[in-house]
Each structure stands twice: as C-alpha cells, then as structure tokens.
C-alpha cells in the first residue's frame, strides 16, 4: 500500500508541475504579446 501511495503523490506532484508550468507559459505568452502590441503602438 505504501508503494502505491507514493505512487498516487507522485502522479499529483507532476500534476501540479504541469499546471504550474502551463500557467507560468501562459503568462510569458500574453507578456510577450502585450509586450509586441506595446512596442507597436
């Protein structure tokens, strides 16, 4: 049982890495293309 409970907190950890990261590449996008439009105008 302890192996598959460390399993399942391993699965969450990665879960929770991958929506960080996919927010923290969210906001570096829409930074960068703000950044663009700003420069345009």
């Known amino acids: 049982m302890k192996d ?3 399993v399942l907190a391993s699965r969450n950890g990665l ?3 991958t929506i960080s990261a ?3 590449l969210g906001i570096i996008l829409v930074m960068s293309v703000t950044g663009i439009w700003g420069w345009k105008v």
């Open 15 to 17: 879960g929770l890495l």
């Open 4 to 6: 598959f409970d460390s």
């Open 22 to 24: 996919r927010i923290n």
